[in-house]
């Protein structure tokens, strides 16, 4: 999940101009750490905690499937099994394979799926605050998910604060 990003051309533009607007003794920076926010903040925490609780039985169904698979290997690995056992163990070993395969890829669908719809709220949120940050505190750029940022530059305590309101 990223905020809003107005592209990569925009800010090229931007960096190229902040030399001159950096050598004004007014120019404010700020930086945002997405993925600390979506870890952090309250409402994301409890977005996660309401995923887990809902996909929950899901993946106890999966985990009940991999015991299975697990018998059954225990069962085709003995070497004195009947040849008929043999081939039941496998044809139920191949069938529980790709059961498992697709409801696993189906559920990692539907998890991302609810998860990005429930973490738009938060993302929105998010992008409200610190658009007022920036007005309130004038700030003439507020980076999000650099490679470094001076620590004085982050914002992102101020943009959790404000979420866990």
């Keep these: 999940m990223r905020f809003a990003f107005a592209g990569a051309g925009l800010l090229v533009a931007a960096l190229a101009a902040l030399p001159s607007v950096a050598s004004a003794a007014d120019f404010k920076l700020g ?3 997405t993925e600390r926010i979506f870890r952090e903040a309250a409402p994301a925490v409890a977005i996660q905690k ?3 609780k809902e996909f929950a039985p ?3 169904e999966l985990k009940k499937m991999e015991a299975r698979a697990k018998e059954l290997e225990t069962q085709l690995s003995r070497s004195n099994l009947p040849v008929d056992d043999r081939k039941k163990y496998d044809r139920e070993y191949a069938s529980l394979d790709r059961d498992y395969r697709a409801r696993a890829r189906e559920m ?3 998890y991302n799926q609810r998860r990005n719809e429930e973490f738009a709220s938060v993302q ?3 992008n409200r605050i610190v658009k007022q940050i920036a007005e309130k505190d004038q700030y003439d750029l507020i980076l999000q998910d650099s490679v470094y940022v001076n620590p004085k530059y982050d914002l992102t305590s101020r943009i959790l604060k404000e979420l866990d309101k």
């Design 124 to 126: 929105e949120r998010a």
């Design 50 to 52: 309401k995923l887990e």
């Design 108 to 110: 990692a669908e539907d």
């Design 58 to 60: 899901r993946r106890d």
């Design 31 to 33: 930086y945002i750490n």
